[in-house]
């Protein structure tokens, strides 16, 4: 249950540029597969510390990295990357690269007690933390139908979420949907097209769990503090997984790095108006080599950018 394949890791080192010396954070540790790669750069002077919402990852974490001081596991929402950092390091200030992995991990995906497969039947749960919220199965009791339709059509990109939201408000007044196999069978039946090679519930799957556990909220708070936490020079490094994920990486990456259009034809640019970020090269996809041996790689995506050293505002 717990084997996992990180994905683009030579790439991610590269893109961190890791330093003997240096302390890193990675922000999403999974099963700490870019953690050990990041732990195998570094010196004894070294430090990393590796954040994970899901306490099975931190406990993980523990049991694979138990001799190895180098590296503080902190269990939290990356989204409260600051706040969690201060707490597990008081006299760190500033750090020499943060990595963000977006991707859900293998062993969340394939543990059907977990709620995020539609192929394992289980509870309808898909909590990152499933010592706080609210199951999946608690709001779809208690969500009106617009916010399940918006829901499933704006973080799914769902064509059919009418539809779908539609058929879980009448089964909802029969009987309550509290397993993954019941949810997808009904969503399956709702789909009148299916998208060749994906399971018709697979958008309505990936919606509700982003909802659930405020991804792109979680994602955008941890980009805004990376910049208070990076130190100039430090690289910021993050996969995403589908198009509104990167969405949110890229426009904070373009807008981080250049000047605001307004400011731009002063003739003397504020200090305080200066670009806080630096993009590195181009966003990056896994090769051929890695999907094919990794097909969960193909629609992984890098971006990476370093502080500047202007204050960020």
């Not at 670009?275 to 990794?294: D, F, T, Y």
Request: hydrophobic fraction near 45%; charged fraction near 25%; proline fraction near 6%.
């Amino acid at each position: 249950m717990d084997e996992h394949t990180p994905v683009l890791v030579d790439e991610v080192l590269a893109a961190l540029a890791v330093r003997p010396a240096g302390h890193y954070v990675d922000a999403t540790f999974g099963r700490g597969g870019h953690s050990e790669r990041i732990l195998g750069a570094l010196g004894p002077e070294g430090r990393l510390y590796a954040i994970d919402r899901d306490q099975q990852a931190i406990e993980a974490g523990r049991a694979r990295f138990a001799s190895e001081p180098r590296l503080a596991l902190v269990h939290g929402a990356f989204g409260e990357i600051t706040a969690l950092l201060r707490a597990a390091d008081p006299g760190g200030t500033v750090y020499d690269g943060i990595l963000i992995d977006c991707g859900v991990s293998s062993p969340q995906l394939d543990n059907a007690t977990r709620g995020f497969s539609f192929q394992k039947d289980g509870p309808l749960d898909m909590r990152m933390d499933p010592l706080h919220g609210e199951p999946v199965s608690a709001w779809l009791e208690r969500a009106t139908f617009e916010e399940m339709r918006y829901v499933i059509a704006t973080l799914g990109q769902e064509r059919f979420a009418r539809r779908i939201a539609m058929a879980i408000e009448r089964e909802r007044v029969r009987t309550p949907l509290t397993r993954t196999l019941q949810l997808a069978s009904l969503v399956s039946a709702a789909v009148p097209v299916r998208e060749p090679g994906k399971h018709a519930a697979t958008r309505t799957f990936q919606a509700l769990r982003m909802h659930i556990n405020d991804e792109l909220g979680q994602l955008r708070a941890a980009l805004a503090q990376s910049l208070q936490l990076l130190a100039p020079g430090g690289r910021l490094a993050v996969l995403s997984f589908h198009s509104l994920e990167d969405g949110v990486v890229r426009d904070f990456l373009r807008s981080r790095s250049s000047v605001d259009p307004a400011l731009a034809r002063l003739p003397m640019i504020p200090p305080s108006a200066l670009p806080a970020l630096r993009l590195v090269g181009r966003k990056q996809r896994a090769s051929a080599a890695e999907v094919a041996a990794n097909p969960r790689a193909r629609s992984a995506l890098l971006r990476v950018a370093e502080r500047t050293e202007q204050v960020p505002a």
